[in-house]
């Protein structure tokens, strides 16, 4: 489940910093190989915020106690500053999406309708100091695991995910100008609702990853859909305790890590998600107490929608780092070359004592026919000579 009080930055430039929410407060720690003290952003704040990066600025979107809305903008994490907007009729926590440019900021965000438990899905702009009246794109069921998502795709396009019914997750495109809203797609459809789903496009490919549950067990599923058809949906692992999963992309390479009982698991694609090799653990390769949080980088390094992470690190596949670029696949083949190694020393092994085994049991016949040999010389050395014998009166 991502959490709406943790996000994590990641620039081409390795501005790597994570922002996080403790009670009303919110943090910018600057991450340079060792976590930096904790910057004070904003006070008095409702849960979540909004993060998101634009030429070469990073912006940060929250809501005061008193309803103000406030967008605060800074050239490199260390210089702030910020404006209040708008002011928010509701106290309660909304969820925004952002999308800056050069004389707008446009919002998308969510509305109770009520009671009801239906949200409607709402877009505005503000531009020249005033936001234009909201518009709704449609109504939909939030849950715990996901309220909405959404992904820039260039200047002015967008694609929204959200669950459109009660097992049903669909996508919908968005024109920002001229402003269009495009037909709801259906992209996965289950029979419970998902424990917690992971959300990545990639080109003409959206790679879908969820958790089901299904009796007393919890199911990682994947699928992924290209143009307009879905694939069917794949099982990758089967358990229990499973609370978290997400996906992460580079080029080609594909992988799923998801969470459970205390384990963190990897399944690795090389095939753009058309084949998958074993399931594996980086247990002993995180921190603990990791939680998944959105994760906001540069378009022309789009590699995930989120990640694991915590107040003082986050997690970043292999080559997105400082390391290869073809460490995962480098990674996938050592582990096959390892087991080669192992099955060509077990094979040897098993050839050794199979020929141990041959000579025990040669040296165990020959001493076999040599005491047989024995006990039948002796036997006759006993034996009675016929002028011995007894003779018949």
Not at 4 to 24: C, I, M, N, R, W
Not at 64 to 76: H, I, K, M, N, Y
Not at 195 to 200: A, E, K
Not at 369 to 390: C, F, I, M, V
Request: glycine share 4%.
């Amino acid at each position: 489940m991502q959490t709406p009080y943790l996000k994590f930055l990641h620039t081409p430039k390795g501005s790597d910093a994570v922002f996080y929410q403790e009670k009303d407060r919110i943090f910018c720690r600057i991450l340079h190989g060792q976590a930096a003290a904790p910057l004070l952003l904003a006070e008095h704040t409702l849960p979540r915020f909004s993060l998101c990066r634009y030429r070469d600025y990073t912006y940060l979107l929250y809501t005061t106690q008193q309803g103000e809305v406030t967008l605060s903008a800074s050239p490199d994490l260390y210089r702030w500053e910020p404006r209040v907007l708008f002011r928010q009729e509701s106290r309660q926590p909304i969820s925004y999406f952002m999308v800056p440019q050069q004389d707008a900021l446009h919002l998308i965000y969510h509305q109770p309708i009520g009671n009801t438990g239906i949200h409607g899905l709402m877009y505005t702009v503000y531009r020249q100091g005033q936001c234009q009246k909201p518009y709704c794109i449609d109504h939909f069921l939030p849950s715990p695991s996901i309220i909405f998502q959404a992904k820039r795709l260039s200047e002015n396009h967008l694609i929204l995910y959200y669950r459109s019914a009660k097992t049903t997750l669909s996508a919908r495109e968005l024109l920002l100008s001229p402003f269009t809203v495009g037909s709801l797609s259906p992209l996965a459809q289950t029979s419970s609702p998902w424990l917690d789903l992971s959300i990545h496009d990639h080109g003409e490919k959206i790679h879908l990853l969820y958790l089901v549950r299904n009796l007393f067990r919890t199911q990682v599923l994947y699928r992924y859909r290209q143009t307009s058809a879905m694939s069917r949906p794949r099982l990758i692992w089967e358990g229990v305790g499973c609370t978290s999963c997400l996906l992460t992309q580079q080029k080609e390479v594909l992988s799923l890590l998801w969470t459970a009982g205390g384990e963190t698991f990897r399944c690795i694609s090389t095939d753009n998600g058309h084949t998958f090799g074993p399931v594996e653990s980086l247990t002993e390769d995180l921190p603990p107490a990791l939680e998944k949080g959105r994760l906001v980088s540069d378009p022309s390094e789009s590699f995930a929608e989120e990640t694991l992470g915590n107040p003082e690190w986050f997690y970043l596949p292999d080559g997105i780092s400082s390391q290869s670029e073809q460490q995962s696949i480098s990674a996938a083949e050592a582990h096959r070359e390892e087991l080669s190694r192992l099955l060509s020393q077990k094979e040897t092994q098993m050839q050794q004592a199979e020929q141990n085994w041959r000579q025990q049991m040669a040296q165990l016949e020959a001493r076999l026919s040599s005491l047989r040999l024995e006990n039948e010389r002796l036997r006759q050395k006993e034996a009675p000579s016929a002028s011995e014998a007894p003779s018949e009166e």
